[in-house]
């Protein structure tokens, strides 16, 4: 089967490789294509001391490794590390959030004759897959090198096992050569056993990120900004309009009412200015406050935060928080900002990259809506205080109640690490 999946991937490969090669900028072609074929250019000296290599494959998975890997610095600050990644995204936040030090990579073809190579190159002592990637001959060239192979973070959706229980004569071999699960959830775990995985070596150990490092610095203009505050975060296109059409219907009921705004992405600041525009509402863009900001002298209904690294702040205010992704595209964003001040949180029916957020619907810490029905949740948490409150409260005891996990994961890897 290892080697009719090595024909397959091949002969994919052959067909997506141009498209793949050209999709990415100039400058990165070069190495893509080098590291991709496992030609590293790594410090010899690093490589003596035989590093840990981390894979994550995209920005989510970096964003839930990078509290482990400075925490794993901070540990073993002599320990050498290499994080792979297989997206261009995934890569660039790699390099401005991991810690200093950190080798970032792509993670080379998944065919033996290059793997051989990179394995032999690298010399990791573990191999450490971030979420749950499947790469057969990976696996398979870590276990016969005797590489111990976990898999931390793990999460499988039920789309995916049932796919890989179709396979599962292939998957079982394949999930043998891993030398420990740390699964996210007690359901993933009963996924990745449905398809093979060993009893013994699947454990849940909850979710990284629960233990994201979250900002507490609040900036000095946010604690000028007066009236019951609404904070949409990271909105995507077609999601502003949702949003303050919702906030209209209730800003002459309730006077002060401000809705601040944060766009996912900062090309989109204009567009976002555009949409609030045509509302022929008062607003204001956060880079026209200044560094001290307050209501002081001025009168808006909207603020567009214009600016980047500010919203974790931005949500200390909220007296709701609106999340973006979660009416148009698909996804949803990550909840726990708000969660971590203990905020009500009011997403759409899209809020599928975040499966532990069912958890916070289902007692009562937050509120699923259609764009329809988000102008009646508004009003409903601002008449009742207390029901918002109670809901804020109980986000924040279970973004409590699940941290830890990257305790849980230093310390299995310091006993891999301890072991001889």
């Known amino acids: 089967m290892y080697l009719l999946y090595s024909i397959i991937y091949a002969l994919s490969l052959l067909i997506l490789f141009t498209p793949h090669y050209l999709k990415r900028p100039r400058d990165l072609r070069k190495k893509w294509l080098r590291e991709k074929c496992g030609l ?109 192979l976990l898999v931390l973070n793990g999460r499988i959706s039920a789309k995916s096992a049932q796919r890989y229980r179709k396979v599962s004569f292939f ?62 975060g990271s909105t995507h296109a077609g999601e502003e309009q949702i949003i303050i059409d919702a906030y209209r219907e209730n800003v002459y009921r309730f006077p002060g009412l401000k809705l601040i705004i944060a766009p996912r992405h900062p090309e989109r600041f204009k567009e976002a200015e555009e949409t609030i525009i045509r509302y022929d509402m008062r607003y204001m863009k956060r880079t026209e406050l200044g560094t001290a900001g307050g209501d002081e002298g001025r009168s808006y209904n909207i603020l567009l935060l214009d600016t980047v690294g500010e919203l974790t702040g931005v949500y200390s205010i909220a007296d709701m928080a609106i999340m973006g992704k979660s009416f148009e595209g698909f996804g949803g964003q990550n909840p726990l900002e708000p969660a971590f001040w203990g905020k009500p949180i009011i997403c759409g029916p899209h809020m599928e990259n975040f499966p532990f957020f069912k958890t916070f619907l289902d007692e009562g810490a937050a509120f699923e809506v259609t764009p329809g029905g988000l102008a009646k949740k508004i009003k409903e948490l601002l008449m009742q205080p207390e029901k918002a409150k109670a809901a804020g409260e109980k986000a924040r005891a279970l973004y409590l109640k699940n941290s830890g996990a990257v305790d849980r994961a230093i310390k299995i890897i310091g006993e891999y690490l301890a072991a001889p």
């Open 40 to 148: 590293f250019d790594i410090d010899r000296d690093m490589l003596k001391l035989a590093p840990l290599w981390f894979h994550a494959v995209s920005v989510g998975e970096v964003n839930a490794v990078v509290p482990l890997l400075k925490r794993l610095r901070t540990a073993y600050p002599d320990l050498p590390v290499v994080l792979s990644t297989i997206t261009d995204t995934g890569r660039k936040v790699a390099a401005i959030k991991a810690p200093e030090g950190t080798r970032i990579v792509y993670l080379p073809f998944d065919l033996v004759c290059i793997l051989k190579r990179s394995f032999d190159q690298i010399k990791p002592r573990l191999f450490i897959v971030v979420e749950t990637e499947l790469w057969p001959n990976i696996f398979r060239i870590a276990h016969d090198r005797g590489i111990p």
């Open 171 to 232: 998957m079982k071999k394949v999930i043998e050569n891993v030398a420990l699960f740390c699964m996210q959830s007690s359901a993933d775990a009963e996924r990745l056993r449905s398809i093979g995985a060993d009893e013994k070596k699947v454990s849940v150990t909850g979710n990284f990120k629960f233990d994201m490092d979250i900002s507490q610095d609040v900036p000095a203009w946010i604690r000028g900004v007066t009236g019951p505050v609404i904070v949409a």
